[in-house]
């Protein structure tokens, strides 16, 4: 499986962004996308993650109502919504798939493909 992460920009503090990524090798509809970011100097964190089939969706606590992971219309492809962006969100963004219950996919090493990243600055 590869996946493209896309849709990454600077964007003021309060502004928007729309991430993309798309899966291609084999249907990942089966699996969990999840999104993780990294910023210069710390560790790969869990962001959120949608079970692609169902639907269902697991946030980390800080963007709990600010960022949604949704299905695209393409098998294969998900977005990450992110609004109210802080300059604290500044990070490369990765997409990633992996198989398990999503409630434990939390963690970089749960998940089997990643994407290259797509860096978001959000200026203050």
């Known amino acids: 499986v590869q996946l493209q992460a896309s849709g990454g920009g600077l964007v003021q503090a309060g502004g928007s962004l729309r991430l993309f990524c798309a899966a291609s090798g084999r249907s990942v509809s089966s699996y969990v996308m999840g999104w993780f970011r990294q910023a210069p100097g710390k560790e790969r964190e869990f962001v959120g993650a949608i079970n692609w089939r169902a639907g269902s969706t697991n946030y980390a606590d800080f963007v709990k109502g600010r960022f949604t992971i949704s299905r695209g219309a393409a098998e294969n492809t998900v977005y990450l919504q992110m609004n109210s962006l802080k300059p604290e969100d500044t990070a490369l963004y990765y997409c990633?798939?992996?198989?398990?219950?999503?409630?434990?996919?939390?963690?970089?090493?749960?998940?089997?493909?990643w994407g290259q990243g797509t860096q978001v600055t959000v200026s203050s």
């Open positions: 990633a798939s992996g198989w398990g219950p999503i409630a434990t996919m939390v963690r970089p090493e749960r998940y089997e493909y």
